[in-house]
């Protein structure tokens, strides 16, 4: 027994080792390890070769990373999550005043004891009667007869003025409390009728609270079906009307109604009504409620109940559509993803968006077989911005056949019916992320309407670069995106008023340079106002055109490449980038299916990666099937020996072609949320370090909840978190992730580093809100049908070689010449629009000090350093 044990000799483990000894042996060297002393908070361990040298060296704990951080870095990491906003910024019900405490003191006593209300009710009986009572007696020779009436008596007259709305004064208190006996008789048989009427009022209240009554608003915004995504479109919807609802909050406006803005859309100023039969009208009012509390929505502004109104049904049946008053409202949007799952288990995975289907034929079906279905739909989508019909349909996996059930405008022929499925652009902005980190956040902004977001207004609305309303029409879209100076707006692109079928030349996102605006046209801009203005400040109306050009050659275009080399705007060496070393965590069953998927997220991405780069696919798949699908399906040559780590399978290798820069891909079969096989995977060979993880929530085996998925993600980012640190790594993983609940982002903790000053801009986690993503592109999709085909360019994946596709870029500032000067952001559209040759626009800097900075003002001035970035829509051919 070791006289340092301090565990007693008759312990149940005699034969453990003493804690203060510790022995390991490690794979390349035959030492031993172990610990002197038996201080528990001495973390010193002596290290003995062979040789007999004693080395010392710190232990690092499992512990330990919780005290890497300081007080300031965990407060400024929690806080750059979330924006730099403290939670009394960001939630409402953060603050407290009086009435909520005092409330939540009296609703947990009520709820502790029943019988409280009933006590409360007589002291507060009393109390007033006591009060009263002395009032009473004070002026006694207005309400008795007789004089010095006591307290007692007072009192009791004041009782009785409360049974019965007055009193009789008796000289004697027996006489008085034996009136009160018999009013109180006569109250018990009194309550008893209300008890009847209170019983039949009850019971129409109850259907009322059930949401089964009938909808009696008209052009109204339909939202049908009820799934993880519904929450955030009725947020998106509340943030599209606040700023419509600003806009018109003057005195003067409020007072002169016909000088208010009009929307941008209907879905700005409609009622809202939501159909589902997955919930209680009432649990629908609740979760609402805290949602639109917790993104900070003014309830006066959009209230539950009246501007936002729940009913219960089933959107697949006629009468429950018409209920809903379906075939008048102007904005539907189908959400019945959950109940196509349902669809698809029961019928063995055959039948795919069946519950969409039948919604949509059922709308068909009323909007169609309406009496006034024309009128209702003969308002052409590029004419009136606000009295139109738009159906939009959220798709959950692709459907090619469902436009057999969609119908159009009788004026245009016009489409009114728009499909959306946006899994496959979730799944390629993932991948994406890995190639360009910050991709994510860029995305996310520009689609959320709460601020700077994609919005859109007619050309004639617009006002254009001389100041005049509508003087946009005419002019080429590079005229208007250089020249055009709008207060926090930058234009993106333009759709045609032309939405025939026969029409070629649509516009979309960064488009053709000469394409010339027609008057029906829509004007894309990227905003946080529905209806810009022009620019107040003098510095942004200048022609920084003139900027590029020498003095003595300022009217010849052609001298412009000379003078970009002239001024400094070269191209800078770009900075070398090593081998990517990529982990891909978990599995998409649909990867099972169709294959081709995932080849083509791989291709992709590896286009984006350096030669000599790889992708681990770690998953719990097994060897075997995964070798058939890369094998047999893909038909990938294997890798060679030389090129892939020593713990991989030669069988669990292979290699892309050199189109796709010779990325070699390998395959480990294990759980990534098992830390300690996630531990050895790592430690077989501890200087094999990986750059970026991707980090998928769902898995290869079974369907997990959303809520499971983002608990997954979050124990997987913890581990990477831990064995990177455990590992010593000079560079911390860059995790790219995705998450169904919004705080999922804020809770997690992306693998981090000690010691690296550039970790907190170089390694910041991407996380693809999956569902805020396709709430937001939906609310898009629902408010300006008029862009939808440009959106789809955007968020599809496309394969136009011809048009091209527009793209979301982080583009490295070195790339234009940039790095250590300082130049207005007018003077940067201009730089990169020149050199892609009017196929690109700048929206935007992402920033090494101060973050993403979307629409800055043309005459903003940024000293660009190594690292920046510039946010560019390009059009990619």
């Known amino acids: 027994h070791c006289p340092h044990d301090p565990r007693p000799t008759g312990h149940p483990y005699p034969h453990d ?31 003995i070769d062979i040789d007999g040298s004693p080395r010392k060296r710190p232990v690092k704990s499992p512990q330990s990373m919780a005290v890497v951080h300081t007080f300031k870095d965990t407060e400024h990491e929690t ?39 009933f006590l409360m009710l007589f002291v507060v009986t009393s109390f007033l009667a006591m009060i009263l009572g002395l009032c009473m007696m004070e002026r006694e020779e207005y309400h008795f007869k007789e004089k010095n009436v006591s307290f007692t008596k007072a009192m009791l007259y004041m009782a009785a003025f409360f049974a019965s709305g007055g009193f009789s004064e008796k000289e004697y208190a027996w006489d008085v409390f034996l009136d009160l006996i018999g009013l109180f008789l006569g109250l018990v048989l009194f309550a008893t009728l209300i008890g009847f009427i209170t019983d039949i009022v009850e019971r129409r209240m109850e259907q009322i609270s059930e949401g089964k009554s009938k909808v009696c608003a008209g052009g109204h915004t339909l939202i049908l079906g009820w799934n993880e995504a519904t929450i955030r479109v009725v947020i998106q919807i509340a943030f599209l009307r606040r700023k419509w609802q600003v806009q018109n909050e003057s005195w003067s406006r409020r007072l002169m109604p016909w ?9 700005a100023r409609s009622p809202v009504v939501v159909m589902a039969n997955d919930h209680t009208k009432e649990e629908m009012d609740e979760m609402l409620g805290e949602a639109m509390a917790e993104r900070g929505i003014d309830p006066k502004r959009t209230r539950i109940g009246w501007d936002i109104v729940c009913r219960v049904g089933n959107p697949c049946k006629i009468h429950d559509l018409v209920r809903v008053n379906a075939h008048n409202a102007t904005s539907i949007i189908a959400m019945m993803t959950e109940k196509d799952h349902e669809e698809e288990e029961e019928s063995d995975g055959r039948v795919k968006n069946g519950a969409t289907i039948r919604t949509i034929l059922a709308l068909r079906n009323v909007v169609m077989g309406n009496r006034n279905a024309q009128h209702l739909l003969e308002s052409d989508l590029g004419i009136a911005a606000t009295n139109n019909v738009r159906i939009v349909l959220h798709l959950a996996t692709e459907c090619r056949f469902v436009d057999a059930a969609c119908f159009s405008s009788p004026v245009t022929n016009s489409k009114l019916v728009f499909p959306m499925d946006l899994s496959l652009f979730l799944n390629r902005l993932l991948f994406l992320s890995v190639a360009e980190p910050g991709i994510s956040e860029v995305l996310m902004k520009v689609i959320d309407l709460e601020g700077t977001a994609i919005r859109c207004r007619g050309a004639s609305e617009m006002v254009g670069p001389d100041g005049k309303v509508g003087s946009m ?28 079928p026969d029409a070629h030349d649509i516009g979309g996102v960064a488009p053709r340079p000469d ?44 001298a412009r490449r000379s003078l970009v080399l002239q001024q400094g705007f070269e191209e800078q060496p770009p900075d070398m980038h090593e081998p990517q070393r990529v982990l891909l965590c978990g599995w998409r069953p649909v990867w099972t299916t169709i294959p081709t998927r995932l080849l083509a997220r791989v291709q992709e991405l590896s286009s984006s990666l350096p030669p000599g780069s790889s992708i681990t696919c770690l998953n719990v798949m097994e060897p075997d099937d995964f070798r058939n699908i890369m094998d047999n399906e893909l038909e990938l040559e294997k890798c060679a020996y030389g090129s892939r780590p020593p713990f991989i399978d030669g069988a669990s290798a292979w290699r892309l072609s050199e ?8 395959h480990h079969s294990i759980d990534c949320a098992d830390f300690q096989a996630m531990k050895d995977f790592f430690d077989t060979d501890s200087m094999y370090h990986y750059h970026s993880a991707i980090v998928l929530g769902s898995g290869a085996k079974g369907k997990i909840s959303g809520y499971s998925q983002d608990t997954r993600v979050l124990s997987v980012s913890l581990i990477l978190r831990h064995i990177c640190f455990q590992l010593n790594y000079d560079k911390a993983i860059h995790l790219s992730s995705e998450n169904n609940e919004d705080q999922t982002a804020e809770l997690a903790l992306a693998p981090k580093v000690k010691g690296n000053a550039h970790s907190d801009h170089e390694h910041d986690p991407d996380f693809i809100n999956t569902q805020a993503i ?24 496309g394969t136009d070689n011809t048009e091209g596709d527009p793209e979301i870029l982080l583009e490295e500032a070195p790339h234009y010449g940039l790095v250590g000067k300082k130049v207005p952001f007018g003077l940067v559209q201009n730089i990169v629009n020149y050199k892609e040759k009017g196929y690109a626009i700048t929206i935007g800097i992402s920033s090494v000090a101060k973050g993403l900075l979307l629409a800055p003002a043309p005459s903003d001035t940024h000293e660009y350093v190594s690292g920046d970035r510039l946010v560019v829509f390009k059009r990619k051919f």
């Open 17 to 47: 080792p003493c804690p203060c000894f510790v022995a390991t042996t490690v794979q390349t060297k035959a030492r031993i390890m172990w610990t002197m002393g038996c201080d528990p908070n001495d973390e010193t361990k002596l290290e």
């Open 515 to 558: 394409y010339v605006v027609q008057k029906k046209d829509w004007i894309i801009f990227l905003s946080d106002s529905s209806l810009p203005k022009y620019s107040s400040n003098p510095h942004d109306h200048k022609d920084f055109t003139k900027i590029l050009l020498p003095r003595d050659q300022m009217t010849r275009v052609d």
């Open 473 to 500: 029409i005419g002019k080429t879209f590079k005229d208007i995106l250089l020249n055009t100076r709008l207060e926090g707006t930058i234009i993106i692109g333009v759709n045609s008023g032309d939405r025939s």
């Open 79 to 117: 806080l750059k999550a979330v924006g730099g906003r403290f939670i009394e910024d960001r939630d409402g019900d953060a603050v407290q005043t009086w009435m909520d405490k005092m409330s939540y003191v009296l609703e947990n006593a009520i709820a502790a004891n029943s019988n409280l209300r």
């Open 259 to 267: 000088t208010r803005v009009a929307p941008s859309s209907p879905v």
């Open 774 to 797: 396709t709430a937001r592109v939906l609310v898009l999709g629902l408010a300006y049908p008029q862009i939808n085909d440009a959106m789809a360019e955007l968020f599809l994946d």
């Open 659 to 666: 189109e796709f820069n010779s990325v070699n891909i390998f």
